[in-house]
């Protein structure tokens, strides 16, 4: 039995990368192989807003802070934490670009609401996995 609070929550593994580099290496100004991108697990939590990312990883692909937001954990503690942009996100083949929360002690990155509707994404909570709302392409609804 799942304890409240984790049900519907599981691992996929991603990959984040500098998106300052990946601009800098399409303009030629940086070298491919200098573009810094980490694989790091990602914990799927579709109650979560936002990214989430270790500050281990931050500091490994040179993410830049854009200021600080006031989090509230799942136990009501809250705390200020960095903020930063810039970061590509890709899952099941599919990228984008989002800010991110900077959590000093996390070893896996939070994966949240926001990360999944841009990606289309969608949560199977039956088989714990993450699969493409179509697989040929990313829908977006407008009004």
Known sequence: ?????????F???ILVTNNHDVHSAADGTLSADQVRSVRIQ???DSGAADLVLPKSVVKQLGLQEAGTAKVRYA???TATRAIVEEARVEIL??????RALVEPARDTALIGAI?????????????KKLRKRDPRWVLSEIE
């Open 75 to 77: 136990d009501h503690r």
């Open 11 to 13: 691992s996929v593994e």
């Open 93 to 98: 083949g599919r990228h984008g670009t989002f």
């Open 42 to 44: 990602g914990v799927v």
């Open 115 to 127: 990360v999944l509707e841009v990606l289309d994404l969608v949560v199977d909570c039956r088989t």
């Open 1 to 9: 039995m799942e304890r409240k609070g984790k049900m519907g929550r």
